[in-house]
């Protein structure tokens, strides 16, 4: 299955990537280049692979939905790095290549040998990227970090709850999938200067930076006047009415951003003396006695349907949207048009749908849309594609140091070792 436009050239077009990482947010970064177009290699540990291959939910079978989410349109070589030839192999990959990814704990990568400074002197212009958990500096930097705790520690989890409730972690992994996006940034901005000065260079990111860099209104509140806040529910920190409101038979979010926005809801809630209320009359005023306006603006919610208030806060140009869960969102026509959903191919043969680049060129896009790979699905095919010759790829695989699995695509090439990467 394919989503190729015609007269489409994605914009990584010809660049090679080799993915050490894995899990979430190393992968994340890697499906985003893949989907700009990049030539992503996972590189992976055998026989077990990438961590998140064992990532399933009760009733999952094959490859998890998890891991098929963030690993389409990429291909996989299964090396042993610890072994001298898996190491001499990598090596000569890595001459060829324009990116390398990797988010193993620091000093994990230079104890192998493996560390920037080892890999530009083989390639002076590879873009190297490392995700880590704490940073690379500082006290904390030799800690390892998982989305959970690095949420936890960069102040995320207080801020998120019920008003006057418990913090809670939000439902999704802001760490993971961040960092992976501000890794890919950072890859691109590095990719921009390689091509003004030919050099190549060490980007790193971490779970704590994406973390901490969702705080931007909450850490200004508090460099600015030492505010420490806390949860508010689904309520702004600065502007009010801005929050989920119940109605008659569901919930509906109402954006009151500005003066002519709140004037307008005071009219289509049938207030509009609110607007002249010295409660609600100026932002600030309507921030401090936010729950006051809840109330209200939810008493005269109560009286009708969602569809209904939609209907006339559409009409009348206000802010707002239905609180759609998982599937009512997915399903949604307008996912589509932005190509949010996408159709890609399965590792049985049949079509799958999946989550697209959140990125249009001119409007267009054209996702990687191959199957998930099996580890090692394509070893032979990627050494190929560096240039290793037949003899050299059988030598590789005979003595353990590289596995492929069994293709229909290639020469079948065993062997019974077993190897590890970090």
């Known amino acids: 299955m394919s989503t190729a436009q015609d007269s489409f050239e994605q914009p990584l077009k010809g660049v090679k990537v080799l993915e050490l990482s894995q899990i979430m947010a190393g992968p994340t970064c890697g499906l985003m280049l893949a989907d700009m177009g990049a030539e992503v290699y996972k590189v992976e540990k055998f026989p077990a692979g990438d961590d998140a291959r064992n990532y399933r939910r009760e009733g999952d079978s094959g490859l998890p939905p998890s891991f098929m989410m963030l690993n389409r349109g990429k291909r996989s070589i299964g090396i042993n ?24 704990r620091l000093g994990v990568m230079e104890r192998l040998g493996l560390g920037y400074d080892a890999l530009k002197e083989v390639n002076p212009a590879l873009i190297y990227c490392s995700i880590t958990g704490y940073g690379r500096q500082g006290p904390l930097a030799n800690k390892g970090g998982f989305d959970l705790v690095l949420q936890a520690f960069s102040g995320l989890i207080s801020v998120t709850g019920e008003d006057g409730g418990e913090p809670v972690k939000p439902g999704i992994s802001i760490a993971d999938v961040n960092a992976g996006v501000l890794a890919a940034v950072g890859i691109l901005a590095a990719y921009i200067h390689r091509l003004r000065t030919g050099k190549g260079q060490h980007v ?8 901490m860099q969702q705080l931007y209104w909450h850490a200004a509140g508090y460099f600015s006047r030492g505010i ?26 109402i954006g ?14 049938g207030h509009p003396e609110w607007k002249d209320d010295p409660r609600f009359d100026t932002p600030d005023l309507r921030l401090t006695n936010r729950k006051v306006l809840a109330a209200l603006i939810e008493e005269v919610l109560a009286v009708d349907t969602l569809t209904t208030w939609l209907e006339r806060f559409d009409a009348a140009s206000i802010p707002a949207g239905p609180v759609n869960d ?14 949010m959903v996408v159709d890609v191919d399965g590792p049985d043969g049949q079509g799958m749908r999946a989550l697209g680049l959140p990125i249009l060129f001119n409007g267009k896009t054209q996702i990687a849309a191959s199957a998930p790979p099996r580890v090692g699905e394509d070893s032979v095919a990627i050494l190929r594609d560096f240039d290793f010759s037949d003899d050299e790829i059988e030598n590789l695989v005979s003595c353990g140091a590289v596995f492929q699995a069994e293709s229909t695509t290639e020469t079948r090439l065993t062997t019974t070792a077993e190897a590890v990467t970090p």
């Open 81 to 104: 790095v610890k072994s001298p030839e898996g190491k001499a192999a990598l090596m000569r990959m890595v001459a060829q290549a324009d990116v390398l990814t990797e988010n193993f």
């Open 326 to 339: 998982v599937g009512q969102a997915l399903e949604h026509e307008q996912a589509r048009a932005v190509r």
């Open 228 to 253: 420490v806040p806390k949860p508010s529910g689904t309520a702004h920190p600065l502007i009010a009415p801005y929050q989920v409101y119940r109605c008659a038979d569901g919930r509906v979010a």
């Open 256 to 269: 009151g951003a500005n003066q002519a926005n709140w004037e307008r809801i005071a009219d289509v809630l």
């Open 204 to 211: 790193d990111t971490s779970l704590l930076q994406a973390s």
